[in-house]
Nanobody
Framework: QVQLVESGGGLVQAGGSLRLSCAAS??????????WHWYRRAPGKQRELVAA???????NYAESVKGRFTISRDNAKTTVYLQMNNLKPEDTAVYYC????????????WGQGTQVTVSS
């Protein structure tokens, strides 16, 4: 089965930057996902969609991160990234990646995520 491994999180001060990575292994190309996503879950809150990118290269962002975060994929389409600039304390959350046939629909098992903590 497909395994998702997120990395790149850490502790940063407000205004700092992080670059998250999501590596997929297993039978991912048998599934051939058309849309990749970054989600986050803050303590006491539901998981929310942060950014998405389609196989055609179209991107979508939550209003709260627009202009600060950028989602991208490598040329081989084996890794998805989230560049996070001008981080704010409210960005503190566990960040997860996932994929599916369209934006907003994920079908893979969730990985463990990567913790992002932004201090004020």
């Amino acid at each position: 089965q497909v395994q998702l491994v997120e990395s790149g999180g850490g502790l940063v001060q407000a205004g700092g930057s992080l670059r998250l990575s999501c590596a997929a292994s297993g039978r991912i190309f048998s599934i051939n996902p058309l849309a990749w996503h970054w989600y986050r879950r803050a303590p006491g809150k539901q998981r929310e969609l942060v950014a998405a990118i389609t196989s055609g290269g179209d991107t979508n962002y939550a209003e709260s991160v627009k202009g600060r975060f950028t989602i991208s994929r490598d040329n081989a389409k084996t890794t998805v990234y989230l560049q996070m600039n001008n981080l704010k304390p409210e960005d503190t959350a566990v960040y997860y990646c996932n994929a599916g046939p369209r934006v907003g629909l994920v079908v893979l098992h969730w990985g463990q995520g990567t913790q992002v903590t932004v201090s004020s």
